[in-house]
């Protein structure tokens, strides 16, 4: 989040200022006539986000209007944005392939020569001319580029989040209570992975939160993304930003498939950027009960003291697919004849 998310949740105040100074006035002016205006109360930035995620408001983009929110607070934490504990990502917006592939060049970004790190490059939207790249291999090495990064990313923020629960963890080893502060931040991560916090037995709700807060592998993103878009060329991936089929059934809040059956009412799912999108699938498969196995999966690995494997946690999507199990094989395939467990060890990029 950075200064437009700021403007983001000022604007919405001074829309409704301006609205009461309306009302309580004798101008002829119209009054309000829209929906009711929401109240929204986050003490973390990260929350807030997802607020104005499901209402796709982007500060760049007020085509269809600001929505009526108001705030109780803002976030308390808005000084830890871009602080020196988290990397500065640079945000891309490019529509033609070529171009994207001279933005990497400008960084020196081989998928294949990774020892540097990778640069944290975050996409407005990935190219609309994928479907034009002739050679499989050039279209899966500019997808694979694309998208690396920010998986990285969101799962450097998941990181950062299990640490603060692993400290909460050990402190409750130590026999030490939580003190408020500490239970907020247990009451923040517990509704933002949608359990509910047992304030009398906080273990209980730690070791619930220790099987959701933790990272989804690179390689069974990189297939999923691959697989659910055909390779970043899908029409909800274009027009969408939807990489991972995630729906919505909020109308308005995105697109309707064109064969969606008569009386449904899902749509599929509209992302601000690329990185949204990402965002939003780790969070689907780390709080979703349909994904449960996956979960279960990665926290025995973590017993056995091994990391997560992509192999081995798509064993736990068979829900993911009415295909069930070819879809699970599926997606191993691609896996292993993409060689994706190559980008295990990739790292972010400390320094540009």
Not at 88 to 112: A, M, N, P, T, V
């Amino acid at each position: 989040m950075n200064i437009s998310s700021f403007y983001k949740a000022i604007f919405p105040l001074f829309l409704g200022l301006s609205l009461s100074v309306v009302i309580y006035s004798e101008s002829i002016a119209p009054v309000y006539q829209g929906p009711d205006i929401k109240i929204i109360g986050q003490d973390f930035y990260k929350d807030l986000e997802f607020e104005f995620q499901n209402y796709s408001y982007q500060i760049d983009a007020l085509g269809n209007g600001v929505p009526p929110l108001t705030f109780l607070n803002l976030p308390h934490d808005l000084n830890k944005i871009q602080s020196s504990k988290q990397r500065k990502s640079i945000i891309i917006g490019k529509d033609f392939y070529k171009d994207l592939e001279s933005e990497f060049q400008s960084y020196s970004y081989k998928i294949d020569a990774l020892e540097d790190g990778v640069p944290p490059l975050i996409l407005q939207n990935l190219p609309h001319d994928l479907n034009k790249i002739q050679s499989s291999k050039q279209r899966k090495s500019i997808f694979f580029k694309s998208l690396l990064p920010m998986i990285l990313l969101a799962n450097d923020e998941i990181r950062v989040e299990r640490e603060q629960l692993l400290k909460l963890n050990q402190r409750l080893s130590e026999n030490e209570f939580l003190n408020d502060h500490q239970l907020q931040t247990l009451s923040t991560l517990s509704k933002h992975y949608k359990i509910k916090l047992n304030r009398s037995q906080p273990q209980k709700s730690i070791d619930k939160l220790l099987n959701r807060i933790d990272i989804i592998p690179a390689d069974l993103a990189l297939a999923q993304a691959a697989n659910e878009s055909a390779w970043g060329t899908s029409r909800f991936s274009r027009v969408a930003n939807n990489l991972f089929g995630q729906w919505t059934f909020i109308p308005g809040q995105g697109v309707i498939p064109l064969d969606r059956p008569e009386g449904a009412t899902y749509e599929v799912r509209k992302f601000a950027t690329v990185y949204d999108s990402v965002r939003s699938y780790l969070r689907n498969l780390n709080t979703h009960s349909a994904y449960k196995q996956l979960r279960q999966l990665r926290a025995a690995s973590r017993v056995n003291g091994q990391s997560p494997e992509g192999l081995r946690l798509a064993e736990g999507l068979l829900r993911y697919s009415t295909r069930g199990e070819d879809y699970v094989k599926e997606l191993q395939a691609m896996i292993r004849s993409n060689q994706l467990n190559r980008f295990a060890n990739a790292k972010l990029r400390t320094s540009s």
